[in-house]
């Protein structure tokens, strides 16, 4: 009898502890303060009802690419919600609306919304999709500075997340009439070191462009509807627009 009341004030003073490490852990913001006795910590997520940094860098990208179109005010709300679910239908993510680390990812967005400058990593990108971007970066803008290069890649990024592009990179350089490098035979021509770092650089989150989903150079284009699209920057030969 004896012995079965010490194991029974073992396993009380058991559960009592990891209760009272859910608790302090709780507080810290890790865990959910409803979780059970034994849950793992779960990494907090920008869902419905959060506010912060991370929300409005959430919100700003959504907006530039067609899925947003509240304020950019740092507060999750039903707008952004739903914002996140369209992103993620197309993106073949479950549409839960919240922004978990596979969104963010896809987004283009480190996960708890640490660092600057939306460095994301590669966000599921192949080595094919690497060669191809670094492909059509060297096509495009063979002879442009360096941002440039890196701004071109961030464009065929920008339109796999937009709402009106294919969502691969293949779809968004093979899209019919979308780059005349494709037809005019640059395409096929060696691809430069350069470009595949510019495409490196592109893909681990870096926008020279600032979101821009168009670029051209006037010299080249008498085009009116590309001449009529809102300059977001001009690097080196190209104009960068919405």
């Given amino acids: 009898m004896a012995e079965r009341l010490r194991a029974a004030l073992r396993l009380l003073v058991v559960a009592a502890l990891n209760l009272l490490m859910i608790a302090a852990l709780?507080?810290?913001?890790?865990?959910?303060?409803?979780?059970?006795?034994?849950?793992?910590?779960?990494?907090?997520?920008?869902?419905?009802?959060?506010?912060?940094?991370?929300?409005?860098?959430?919100?700003?990208?959504?907006?530039?690419w067609g899925y947003y179109t509240g304020e950019v005010d740092g507060i999750y709300g039903s707008r952004t919600q739903a914002a996140v679910r369209k992103f993620q239908k197309k993106h073949g993510l479950r549409a839960d609306g919240i922004a978990g680390p596979a969104t963010l990812g896809a987004i283009g967005l480190p996960a708890g919304g640490s660092g600057g400058g939306g460095s994301g990593g590669a966000g599921g990108y192949s080595q094919s999709d690497y060669q191809l971007l670094g492909r059509i970066i060297s096509a495009e803008a063979r002879g442009e500075p360096y941002v440039g290069q890196v701004a071109v890649g961030a464009v065929i990024l920008n339109r796999v997340r937009h709402a009106s592009f294919p969502n691969t990179i293949a779809g968004v350089v093979y899209q019919k009439g979308a780059f005349t490098a494709v037809t005019d035979g640059q395409f096929n021509k060696p691809v430069s070191e350069t470009s595949l770092k510019a495409a490196r650089d592109?893909?681990?989150?870096?926008?020279?462009?600032?979101?821009?989903?168009?670029?051209?150079?006037?010299?080249?284009?008498?085009?009116?509807?590309?001449?009529?699209?809102?300059?977001?920057?001009?690097?080196?030969?190209?104009?960068?627009?919405?």
Avoid at 235 to 241: A, Q, T, V
């Fill in 26 to 64: 709780a507080r810290a913001g890790r865990v959910e303060p409803s979780a059970a006795p034994g849950a793992a910590a779960s990494q907090t997520l920008s869902q419905l009802g959060s506010r912060g940094t991370e929300v409005r860098r959430i919100q700003q990208r959504l907006k530039a």
């Fill in 202 to 242: 592109a893909l681990s989150g870096w926008d020279p462009s600032g979101g821009a989903i168009y670029y051209f150079n006037p010299a080249k284009t008498s085009n009116a509807w590309m001449h009529s699209r809102p300059v977001i920057t001009v690097i080196g030969n190209h104009r960068f627009c919405r």
